[in-house]
């Protein structure tokens, strides 16, 4: 037997042959209002605003929980209209809004897979927010036939950092600026071996402008 409900109320419970239903009784996510549960472990309920976490007054605190040992799944837009690929209007199957509070989705021995024609990530915070943050712990692999970064301001930082291209490299800039770790912690033997690279730089142009009149 439960405790007796925060309203005082009388618990019910209503038994049949593969599933109960409950009104009352007291849970971790605050007491149940209405609840169904199958004889497997399935069940939904919708909880009053008295659960782990919350005082209970006010409304958004009540809570719809469902829980299942094995997979929840939905089909849906069955009836909808099948778009052109050029057609971008969109078009909801399933719409999931939230006027406070955060969206998290936690798999603890799987995988997260998105599959869609296309997939949109809009980050439309302001000031400090507006941010969209990507971390792995190995490895980050993109691959697509054309790759384009738009930005006010980007910034690479790694310890190795390798550009390969099978064609062409261009770059087109207003300034370019470039300098090494060595500048900072070696500065004498940069500008030594600076020097030394002029040096041979103006050998090489000497001796390109020598060929060039065919002295050598």
Not at 111 to 129: C, F, H, P, Y
Not at 142 to 155: E, F, G, P
Not at 186 to 203: C, D, E, V
Request: aromatic share 4%; proline share 1%; glycine share 10%.
């Amino acid at each position: 037997m439960g405790k007796v409900s925060n309203d005082k109320q009388n618990l019910e419970c209503d038994t049949h042959l593969r599933y109960s239903i409950l009104s009352g009784q007291s849970s971790v996510n605050g007491d149940k209002l209405w609840a169904c549960e199958t004889q497997e472990g399935s069940s939904i309920a919708l909880c009053s605003g008295t659960g782990e976490g919350s005082d209970g007054t006010g409304p958004g605190t009540a809570r719809i929980v469902q829980t299942t040992q094995g997979a929840s799944i939905e089909n849906l837009g069955a009836g909808l209209k099948v778009r052109d690929p050029s057609d971008t209007t969109q078009l909801p199957a399933k719409f999931i809004k939230c006027i406070s509070g955060d969206v998290i989705i936690d798999c603890d021995d799987g995988d997260i897979t998105l599959k869609a024609r296309n997939i949109n990530i809009v980050a439309k915070g302001a000031d400090q927010s507006g941010q969209v943050d990507v971390f792995a712990n190995r490895l980050v692999n993109v691959t697509t036939q054309d790759m384009r970064v738009s930005a006010q301001k980007t910034v690479v930082v790694s310890k190795d950092l390798n550009v390969i291209s099978k064609g062409g490299i261009n770059f087109l800039y207003g300034c370019m600026k470039a300098s090494s770790f060595a500048d900072q912690k070696f500065g004498a033997l940069t500008a030594n071996l600076t020097k030394s690279n002029i040096k041979t730089i103006k050998s090489l142009w000497i001796l390109l402008k020598l060929k060039q009149i065919n002295l050598l």
